[in-house]
C-alpha cells in the first residue's frame, strides 16, 4: 500500500518537474514564431523603421520600394536584398542572434542614402542591461572609492595608478628634436596636406548634387578626416590637425613674405589685434554650431563641402591679412574650438621643460620671434603654458628657444583638466563658461546628428535636409534647445544641487557649474568616438572607391574603383560603440571627482558635492547607452 | 595704401570664390547623379553552329564551351507559407544556331524528385520572359505586372514525356495555383507535348498554357547532385503577341527560377532571380 502510494507520489512530482520545466523553457526562451514584416523603402527612411522579435523566431521580410532602387542590410546577420519598383525583395532568416541590429540600404539612392537606417530588435536585449549594469556598478565604485580616500592627496593619480604631473619627454629622442626643430617641418606634410585637399576641394566642384558616398571630397572629409580626428588625432596628439591643416598656409605666407624660411616678424596688412572681449571660445562655440545647421548637406553633397572648404579658406586669408598672426585659427576656425577643449585630455602636449630657464630668460623670443623662427603665432605664452587650448603644434618655439627648453611631452590623459589658473588665463578667459559651454554644445550636437543622421527616424532626416523649410526650422529651434537650454539646463541643476549638498558658501555656482562641466571632456570624446565608429564602419568601404576614382570620370587608379560596399564589424558595432562610452564613463568618474575635490575646499564638502554630479553622470550614460543599443 | 591693397585683395578673393561658386552650381545642375545605376547581370548568346537533338540527351560539349553565369536567387515573395529553403544560384549558359536558340540551367540539387504523390513534388525550373515594350514587370510571382512569356521545365513531366513512365500513384497532391496541373482525373488527363510548359501571363493569377504547347522543348538530367536542363526554341516567334522575341545584337530582359520539390516547394513557392539582360550576338 506504501509502496504503491510512494509510486503514485513519484508520478506526481514527476508530472509537475516536467509540467514546470515546460512552463519555464516557454517563459525564459519564448515560442519561437513565424514574424512576418513587409518593409517599405522610400527615401531616406523605412516604414516601419523599427521591428520587434524574439530570439528563435523565423523572420521573413519583404522589401518594397517606392521609388528609386533601394537595398536593406541586416548588420549582424550579414543579410542583403535589393528592391526597385515593381521587383521586390525577400529574405528570410532564423533571429538567433539578440540586440539591436541596424538594417540600412545597400544600394545608393541619393545623398542621404547612408543615413537611411531602421532598427530590428531581437528580444532579449541583453546589452543594454548589461551596459547599464556596468554603469551603475561604477558609480557605485567610485562613490565608494571617494568615500575611502583619504584627503585631497586622491587627486593626484590617474585611476589610483598615474601620478597626474607625471610626464615623459619625447623630445630627449635627437631624431624627434632635430625633427621638431627644423623649418621644413611641419610645411612638408602641410604641402602633402595641401595636395589632397586641392583634390577635395576639385572633387567638391565636380561632384556638384551627386551622392555624397562616392565622392573623394565627402568621403576624405567627412568619412576619414571627422573619424580620424575623434578617434585618434585630438585625445593622443590634440592639435595634431592644426599642426598639417593646410588652411592658414596662405594667409601666414602674405603675413610673414616667406613659406618656409624666417620673414618678417610683424604680420604684413592691417595687422590689427582681436578684440580681449572674444580672446575666448565663445566666437567658436557659436560659429560651430551655425555650420552644423548646414550638416545635412555638407555631409552629403560635393557642392556643399567645397562652399564649406572654400568658406574656411576665404575667411583665413581675409582674417590673415586684416589681424594678427593666427586669429583665424583662434577665434574663426569652427573646429578649432572643440579641438582646443578635448586636446586639454590628450596624452601629448608642448611644455616648457625647466621653469627656471624661462625664467632667467629675459628677452622671450618663443613668444617675441628671432632669427630662427616666429614668436608663438597663436599668441600663447610657451614659456608659461599649462594648457592645450590655444596650443596649435606649430613647433615655432621649438625653434626660438635657444636654450632648448621646450619639450614634446607624454602624460597621463585629462592633464590639463586640473592646470592652475595663471595670471595670462585673463587674457584670454580661459577655464570659463566658454569653455563649459563649449563642452555641453558638443553634446548637444552629438545628439542631434546621432539621433537625425543614424537614428531609424525618417521625418528628423527630411527636417536636417530641409524638404520643407518649416521642417528645417523646427530642426535648427530644436538644435538651439537642446544644445543651449536643455543640457546645460541639466548640468545647472545638477551643479546647484551639488552647490546645496556640499553646504559651501564660499563657492560660487558659476565655478561649480564650470569646474565640473570639465568632466564632460572625456564623455564628449567618448560619444564622438562611438558615433564616428557608426561613420567609419558602415561606410569605410566606399573610400577604395573615391581613392581610385577621385573625380567621378570613371577611373581605376589603384583597381579598387568597382570594388563593392562592405559594411565592416557591423555585428559587434553596438558593444564597441559601449565600450568606448563605458571609457569615457570611466575617466569622467575619475576625474569628475578630482575636479569636485579641487572646486570645494574641504574634503568633506567635495565628497558631498560629488553626488549629485555623480547622479548627474550615471543619467547621461544610460543615455548614451539607450542611443547606441537600447 | 596698404588698407586699399587690403580691401583690393578681399574683393579679390571673394569675387574669385563666388565666381567658382558659381561655376560649380552651373555645372552641377548638369550632371545630377542622385543614385546608383541598375546594373543588371547580363547572359551573353553566343552563336555556335552546333543543334542539340533533345531526344538524344541535353550534349555536353557546346556547353563546355561558354562561360557560365551565377545568377543569385531569392525567396518568393507570398502570402504564407515561404518557401522551406532558397535554392541559392542558378548556373545559366545560352547560344544559337542562328536557326534555334537554347538555355541550360544547373543547380544543386540534393534529391532527384520526379514522381508526385500525396504530399511530394516534382523538382522543375523556369525562365521567364516579358513581353512587349511597355514598363517593366515585375519577376515576382513571374508575372506580376505586365505580360510574360514563361517557359517551365517539370522534372516529374519531363519523366513522362521523355521516359513514357506516367504518375504512379492515381492521386496526388497538390493542386495549387499556379504552376500546377489542372485537377483532372487521371484518366482524362492528357499526355504532355513536351516536358516544358510554355505559359503566359498578363499579371498575378493570370498564368495561363498557351493554345499551342511543343514550341519549347526542353529535357533535364539529375548527376552528382545537380539538375542539367537544357531549353531549346526556333528563335523566329510564331505569334508575337504570345512569344518571345529574340532580336539580333538588342538586349531584353529574362528571370529565372528553381522549383526544390524534396523541400516542399510548388505553385508559388520556389527560389526566383532578379532580372537578367540577354544578349544574343
Known amino acids: 500500500m506504501i509502496e504503491h502510494r510512494l509510486h503514485r507520489l513519484k508520478i506526481q512530482i514527476t508530472q509537475i518537474v516536467v509540467f514546470v520545466s515546460c512552463l519555464l523553457s516557454l517563459v525564459s526562451l519564448g515560442v519561437a514564431e513565424d514574424r512576418f514584416f513587409e518593409i517599405r523603402a522610400k527615401k531616406f527612411s523605412y516604414t516601419p523603421n523599427i521591428i520587434k522579435v524574439n530570439k528563435g523566431d523565423v523572420v521573413k521580410i519583404r522589401l518594397i520600394s517606392e521609388d528609386v532602387y533601394h537595398g536593406l542590410f541586416l548588420d549582424g546577420y550579414g543579410i542583403n536584398t535589393l528592391a526597385y519598383p515593381g521587383q521586390e525583395g525577400a529574405v528570410k532568416f532564423v533571429a538567433d542572434k539578440t540586440g539591436r541590429f541596424s538594417f540600412r540600404c545597400s544600394h545608393t539612392c541619393g545623398e542621404f542614402h547612408p543615413y537611411m537606417i531602421g532598427y530590428l530588435y531581437v528580444s532579449p536585449n541583453r546589452l543594454f542591461p548589461l551596459g547599464a549594469s556596468g554603469i551603475l556598478v561604477f558609480a557605485a565604485l567610485s562613490l565608494a572609492l571617494s568615500f575611502r580616500k583619504s584627503g585631497k592627496a586622491a587627486k593626484f593619480k590617474l585611476f589610483g595608478l598615474v601620478p597626474l604631473d607625471w610626464r615623459f619627454e619625447l623630445t630627449r629622442f635627437k631624431v624627434v628634436r632635430n625633427l621638431f626643430k627644423n623649418r621644413w617641418f611641419p610645411f612638408i606634410p602641410i604641402v602633402i596636406n595641401l595636395f589632397v585637399f586641392t583634390i577635395i576641394l576639385l572633387a567638391g566642384i565636380l561632384g556638384g548634387w551627386g551622392a555624397g558616398n562616392y565622392n573623394f571630397g565627402v568621403m576624405i572629409v567627412w568619412i576619414l578626416w571627422w573619424v580620424l580626428l575623434m578617434m585618434f588625432m585630438v585625445p593622443v596628439v590634440g592639435r595634431l590637425w592644426c599642426m598639417v591643416c593646410p588652411f592658414p598656409l596662405i594667409g601666414e605666407w602674405m603675413q610673414r613674405g616667406k613659406l618656409i624660411g624666417v620673414g618678417r616678424q610683424k604680420s604684413w596688412g592691417l595687422n590689427k589685434k582681436w578684440p580681449n572681449k572674444w580672446k575666448n571660445l565663445w566666437p567658436l562655440v557659436i560659429l560651430f554650431w551655425i555650420s552644423t545647421w548646414f550638416s545635412g548637406f555638407f555631409t552629403v553633397r560635393p557642392l556643399a563641402t567645397f562652399m564649406l572648404l572654400g568658406t574656411i579658406i576665404v575667411l583665413a586669408i581675409v582674417i590673415s591679412i586684416v589681424y594678427e598672426k593666427r586669429t583665424f585659427c583662434i577665434t574663426m576656425c569652427p573646429v578649432s574650438g572643440f579641438m582646443g577643449l578635448y586636446s586639454n585630455f590628450s596624452l601629448c602636449a608642448v611644455r616648457r621643460k625647466d621653469p627656471e630657464v624661462c625664467q632667467k630668460h629675459t628677452l622671450k623670443t618663443c613668444f617675441l620671434g628671432n632669427e630662427k623662427g616666429y614668436g608663438c603665432p597663436w599668441m600663447e605664452l610657451p614659456y608659461e603654458m599649462n594648457r592645450n587650448t590655444y596650443c596649435g603644434l606649430c613647433l615655432e618655439c621649438f625653434k626660438t628657444c635657444p636654450y632648448d627648453n621646450m619639450g614634446f611631452f607624454l602624460r597621463p590623459f585629462g592633464q590639463d583638466l586640473f592646470a592652475e589658473r595663471r595670471r595670462t588665463d ?42 520643407t523649410l518649416g521642417g528645417y526650422l523646427a530642426y535648427l529651434a530644436e538644435s538651439f534647445l537642446v544644445d543651449f537650454i536643455f543640457i546645460p539646463g541639466l548640468l545647472l541643476l545638477f551643479a546647484f544641487l551639488s552647490k546645496r549638498m556640499s553646504r559651501t558658501k564660499e563657492v560660487s555656482l558659476k565655478t561649480v557649474f564650470v569646474n565640473l562641466s570639465y568632466a564632460l571632456v572625456p564623455v564628449g570624446l567618448a560619444i564622438w568616438a562611438g558615433f564616428s565608429l557608426g561613420i567609419i564602419l558602415p561606410n569605410g568601404s566606399y573610400l577604395l572607391h573615391i581613392l581610385s576614382d577621385p573625380f567621378a570620370l570613371g577611373w581605376n587608379l589603384f583597381g579598387t574603383a568597382n570594388f563593392p560596399w562592405t559594411p565592416v564589424f557591423t555585428g559587434i558595432m553596438p558593444y564597441l560603440q559601449v565600450l568606448t562610452v563605458m571609457i569615457g564613463l570611466l575617466f569622467a568618474l575619475d576625474l569628475g571627482y578630482k575636479l569636485s575635490l579641487q572646486t570645494y575646499k574641504t574634503v568633506e564638502e567635495s565628497r558631498r558635492g560629488w553626488i549629485p554630479i555623480l547622479v548627474y553622470l550615471v543619467i547621461i550614460h544610460l543615455f548614451f547607452l539607450k542611443l547606441f543599443c537600447g | 595704401m596698404k588698407k586699399t591693397l587690403v580691401i583690393l585683395i578681399i574683393i579679390a578673393l571673394l569675387l574669385s570664390f563666388t565666381a567658382l561658386v558659381y561655376y560649380a552650381f552651373r555645372h552641377a545642375r548638369g550632371i545630377p547623379v542622385t543614385a546608383e545605376k541598375i546594373e543588371r547581370l547580363t547572359l551573353e548568346v553566343p552563336f555556335i553552329d552546333r543543334e542539340i537533338d533533345l531526344s538524344e540527351g541535353i550534349s555536353k560539349e557546346p556547353w563546355d564551351s561558354i562561360a557560365p553565369k551565377e545568377v543569385k536567387l531569392m525567396y518568393q515573395v507570398m502570402v504564407l507559407p515561404w518557401p522551406k529553403v532558397v535554392v541559392p544560384t542558378v548556373t545559366v549558359k545560352a547560344f544559337h544556331n542562328g536557326k534555334d536558340i537554347y538555355f541550360y540551367m544547373s543547380w544543386k540539387d540534393d534529391t532527384e524528385d520526379r514522381d508526385l504523390d500525396v504530399n511530394k513534388f516534382s523538382d522543375a525550373c523556369a525562365i521567364m520572359f516579358p513581353l512587349g515594350k511597355e514598363v517593366q514587370p515585375s519577376t515576382i510571382m513571374m508575372g506580376f505586372i505586365g505580360r510574360a512569356n514563361i517557359w517551365q521545365w517539370k522534372a516529374s513531366q519531363d519523366k513522362e514525356y521523355w521516359l513514357k513512365e506516367g504518375p504512379k500513384v492515381k492521386a496526388y497532391a497538390d493542386f495549387h495555383y499556379p504552376f500546377e496541373e489542372t485537377e483532372l482525373f487521371p484518366v482524362s488527363k492528357t499526355v504532355p507535348k513536351s516536358a516544358v510548359n510554355d505559359l503566359v501571363a498578363i499579371r498575378v493569377g493570370t498564368v495561363t498554357p498557351k493554345e499551342v504547347q511543343g514550341q519549347v522543348e526542353g529535357r533535364g538530367f539529375w548527376r552528382d547532385d545537380h539538375w542539367h536542363v537544357v531549353f531549346k526554341r526556333a528563335i523566329e516567334a510564331i505569334d508575337p503577341e504570345v512569344d518571345t522575341i529574340f ?28 532580372w537578367v539582360e540577354l544578349e544574343v550576338e
Open chain 1, 426 to 467: 585673463d587674457l584670454y578667459r580661459r577655464r570659463g563658461l566658454d569653455e563649459a559651454f563649449k563642452g555641453l554644445t558638443m553634446m548637444g550636437i552629438f545628439l542631434s546628428f546621432f539621433i537625425a543622421f543614424q537614428g531609424p527616424f525618417g521625418h528628423l532626416k527630411d527636417m536636417a535636409r530641409a524638404t
Open chain 2, 247 to 274: 532580336e539580333f545584337r538588342k538586349k531584353r530582359l529574362s528571370a529565372f527560377a528553381v522549383w526544390n520539390g524534396a523541400k516542399g516547394d510548388r505553385g508559388g513557392r520556389k527560389s526566383i532571380s532578379d
